[in-house]
């Protein structure tokens, strides 16, 4: 075998290579760039469902989704899309003194899996104020480094 074919076999397998790592590597801040925008979305709700939130909370929570936003919860039978959603009792104090734990997290191309426990106290009909603990399964899809779906089962 001569020495140019030796020379071009082993670059173009280095070649191969680096653009393997390259990917790899693309791939990895993509997911890194979804897992971050998860848990800003987690950090953001429980900031906007504390007694003494304020409105540079709502503003973070809001800068997180695409104009176009829909959030469902498929066991109650609800959709909130856009404003509707912003404006809802999911966020706008029916709840307080909010603790996320971030149990697991699962990342694909667009969109995020997050199972959480949530520790808060819920505003009763009465308006009394009673603790409730909740595991969750989020369903996120991120669309421009935005949320652009939230299905909350």
């Known amino acids: 075998m001569s020495k140019a074919k030796v020379f071009v076999g082993?670059?173009?397998?280095?070649?191969?290579?680096?653009?393997?790592?390259?990917?790899?590597?693309?791939?990895?801040?993509?997911?890194?760039?979804?897992?971050?925008?998860?848990?800003?979305?987690?950090d953001a709700y429980a900031a906007i469902n504390q007694v003494d939130s304020d409105a540079d909370d709502f503003k973070a929570f809001?800068?997180?989704?695409?104009?176009?936003?829909?959030?469902?919860?498929?066991?109650?039978?609800?959709?909130?899309?856009?404003?509707?959603?912003?404006?809802s009792d999911v966020t706008t104090g029916r709840i307080r003194n909010t603790r996320i734990i971030l149990d697991s997290l699962i990342v694909s191309d667009v969109t995020a899996f997050a199972k959480i426990s949530q520790f808060s106290e819920v505003k009763t009909s009465e308006g009394a104020w009673r603790p409730i603990v909740r595991q969750e399964l989020l369903v996120f899809e991120i669309q421009n480094g935005k949320i652009h779906r939230i299905i909350d089962y």
Do not use: G, W
Request: glycine residues 0%; contains cysteine; hydrophobic residues 45%.
């Open 10 to 42: 082993v670059f173009f397998t280095v070649l191969n290579l680096s653009c393997l790592s390259q990917q790899a590597s693309a791939d990895n801040i993509k997911t890194q760039s979804l897992s971050l925008i998860v848990l800003a979305y987690l």
């Open 62 to 87: 809001n800068h997180l989704f695409s104009d176009d936003v829909v959030y469902e919860i498929p066991s109650q039978n609800m959709r909130f899309e856009a404003d509707e959603f912003l404006s």
